[in-house]
T-cell receptor
Framework: SQQGEEDPQALSIQEGENATMNCSYK?????LQWYRQNSGRGLVHLIL?????REKHSGRLRVTLDTSKKSSSLLITASRAADTASYFC??????????FGAGTILRVKS | EAGVTQFPSHSVIEKGQTVTLRCDPI?????LYWYRRVMGKEIKFLLH????????ESGMPNNRFLAERTGGTYSTLKVQPAELEDSGVYFC???????????FGSGTRLTVV
């Protein structure tokens, strides 16, 4: 089954604006993680939020988790051109394997 | 500490040829995972090693794909024969397991022409 379905699929904003991406999942989770993939490069772990946490911050990143709605959001504040990338949420299933969604393509125009 | 290393970073092969991807996990990480992102779609799990044993290979698409992890160190993923739909980015990740997070490699971009 597919977890971590993101929306929007693509987002285009101006530098300095905030970007919000949402993720929904289907089953119970221990944690939810957000990753970034710059074009043609590897996956970079951004932030992990545990199921008993509601909000977490890391620099310009803010993640929320609503387990009652099985949803999470990633907010990037004061976006930069370098934030242009694909963003994925992922949940953990049996064996600690990650289940990723389709991702949101973020484009920050300078 | 060295990260997860994957090579080659990019491979272009013809349909029907064989390609072997390699992943060197972080030293001491028993768990090694392979994932791939095909045609800009979602990232999908392929398989999971714990040391040299295959813990879960439910994501392997078909028998053209063969993964090994000799001695529980580095892992290889061989595609034989490669098909056009195998094109994509293949990621490897390792972890200590449990609550510890993953570290992903930079990926191998495979292009089958």
């Amino acid at each position: 089954s597919q977890q971590g379905e993101e929306d929007p699929q693509a987002l285009s904003i101006q530098e300095g604006e905030n970007a919000t991406m949402n993720c929904s999942y289907k089953t119970s989770i221990n944690n939810l993680q957000w990753y970034r993939q710059n074009s043609g490069r590897g996956l970079v772990h951004l932030i992990l939020i545990r199921s008993n946490e509601r909000e977490k911050h890391s620099g310009r990143l803010r993640v929320t988790l609503d387990t009652s709605k099985k949803s999470s959001s990633l907010l990037i504040t004061a976006s930069r051109a370098a934030d242009t990338a694909s963003y994925f949420c992922a949940t953990t299933e049996y064996g600690n394997k990650l289940v990723f969604g389709a991702g949101t393509i973020l484009r920050v125009k300078s | 500490e060295a990260g997860v290393t994957q090579f080659p970073s990019h491979s272009v092969i013809e349909k029907g040829q064989t390609v072997t991807l390699r992943c060197d996990p972080i030293s001491g990480h028993d768990n090694l995972y392979w994932y791939r992102r095909v045609m800009g779609k979602e990232i999908k799990f392929l398989l999971h090693f714990v040391k040299e044993s295959k813990q879960d290979e439910s994501g392997m698409p078909n028998n053209r794909f063969l993964a090994e992890r000799t001695g529980g160190t580095y892992s290889t993923l061989k595609v034989q024969p490669a098909e056009l739909e195998d094109s994509g980015v293949y990621f490897c990740a390792s972890s200590q397991g449990g609550a510890y997070g993953y570290t992903f490699g930079s990926g191998t971009r495979l292009t089958v022409v």
